[in-house]
């Protein structure tokens, strides 16, 4: 699913936070700008505070109307007033919400929804619009239950898994605090991190990028990590947003190690990515990190609808069961990946990923979750099964 950008005109700080929220969590990608993005392209929607000021409202309502026919353009005032209404329309928005405040109440829940609502038809109808063209760039986000679970072995056979068999522009961003190990497990030694991107977005493009990324023989392309410890850091929160759109609409496929803590730049690529994929190892440590990072994705809003949980190292050893782990998370297992630590940490100290090196048996099952992914035949591993609705009590712990 290609990633929306909006915009929101509003001199109301609190006003513009509890819009991006909103915005967030429609369960589809998107991305807030400021105004044009690098690439000069108009946002696909822009939400115009006509609450204070109707008529300054309604000439930014006319301005961006004049400058783009096909933006969607929501209205948000006061109140419902039928004629402040039909103004609104005339001047070229599509929808029209009156503001609740934000405060807990039926009233707020039934403009959500509505507001929900218009987002995800505004997506239908740009998927409509692009169907001809280019497929939109698929993003996906692999986020770790703790250190060590697994998490950069899992987005980097994916990432190469996605080039090798689709032979489409592919790309791994290493997002990992403290000094990520993308580059490291596959061999490479970057001249460039993601901090050379997000310091030079005034000229990020499509041939700016090429120099910044790190080849791999597979096809697939590396960003590598950061080298400072306290960098990217919450000052770079929008930064990385805005590099993420740049990647959205230079690759197909855009994986992201995003490893097991959730900060501010994290959760800008999460905001961008089609899937969540939660990689866990099926042991109580693991999985009660994993039911936090759960209800943590759910409160920024990052679409929880999103979430796939993947079990990693899994063997007949481990005392807790499948049944046990979807009953504590409330998700369906999407994929297993059995536990080999000898041929990971083979491939690993060699730098060549499981799918080029070996036919084990773990590299298998990695060919055939990727092959999943992109909706190709695949002879045999992990199964897609139904998720549950309801979270309940696990063991009694959780």
């Known amino acids: 699913m290609a990633q929306l950008s909006a915009q929101i005109v509003s001199y109301d700080e609190e006003f513009k936070r509890h819009v991006s929220k909103l915005l967030r969590a429609c369960g589809v990608p998107i991305g807030i700008v400021e105004g044009r993005s690098l690439e000069g392209a108009a946002p696909d929607l822009v939400v115009v505070d006509i609450r204070s000021d109707a008529s300054s409202g309604m000439a930014t309502i006319e301005r961006v109307r004049a400058a783009s026919g096909t933006v969607a353009i929501f209205a ?38 509505s507001f929900h609502g218009a987002v995800r038809r505004t997506s239908t109808r740009r998927e409509a619009a692009n169907a001809g063209a280019k497929p939109p760039c698929v993003t996906h986000a692999f986020l770790g239950a703790k250190g060590g679970a697994g998490t950069t072995t899992v987005a980097v056979n994916c990432g190469v898994e996605l080039a090798r068999l689709t032979k489409r522009s592919t790309i791994v961003v290493d997002m990992k605090s403290c000094l990520g190990e993308v580059a490291l497990f596959l061999g490479v030694r970057p001249r460039f991190t993601v901090l050379d991107a997000i310091e030079n977005l ?22 590598a990590g950061s080298e400072q410890f306290d960098r990217p850091g919450p000052q770079d929160a929008p930064a990385i947003e805005e590099l993420m759109r740049v990647l959205t609409r230079t690759y197909d496929y855009v994986v992201i190690d995003a490893g097991n803590i959730v900060t501010s730049c994290v959760a800008s690529t999460l905001f961008s990515a089609d899937t969540i994929f939660l990689v866990t190892n099926p042991d109580v440590p693991s999985i009660r990190n994993a039911q936090r990072l759960v209800e943590r994705v759910r409160q920024l809003g990052a679409g929880s609808e999103r979430v796939k949980v993947l079990i990693n190292r899994a063997s007949e050893q481990h005392l807790i069961g499948p049944k046990q782990i979807e009953t504590a998370l409330g998700y369906g297992i999407h994929h297993t990946f059995s536990s080999d630590y000898r041929t990971v940490s083979t491939a690993l100290n060699s730098g060549v990923p499981l799918t080029l090196s070996n036919n084990s048996e773990i590299a298998s099952q990695f060919d055939n979750f990727t092959r999943q992914l992109v909706g190709l035949a695949q002879g045999g591993g992990g199964e897609a099964k139904t998720e549950p609705e309801k979270r309940r009590v696990f063991l009694g712990m959780f």
Do not use: C, Y
């Open 76 to 113: 948000v005032a006061g109140a419902a007033e039928p004629d402040l209404i039909l103004q609104a329309m005339r001047a070229g928005a599509n929808e029209f919400f009156a503001w609740t405040g934000g405060e807990p109440s039926q009233a707020t829940r039934s403009m959500e929804e």
């Open 202 to 223: 005034h000229r990020l493009d499509k041939d700016f990028l090429k120099e910044l990324v790190a080849k791999h023989k597979s096809g697939l392309d590396i960003l």
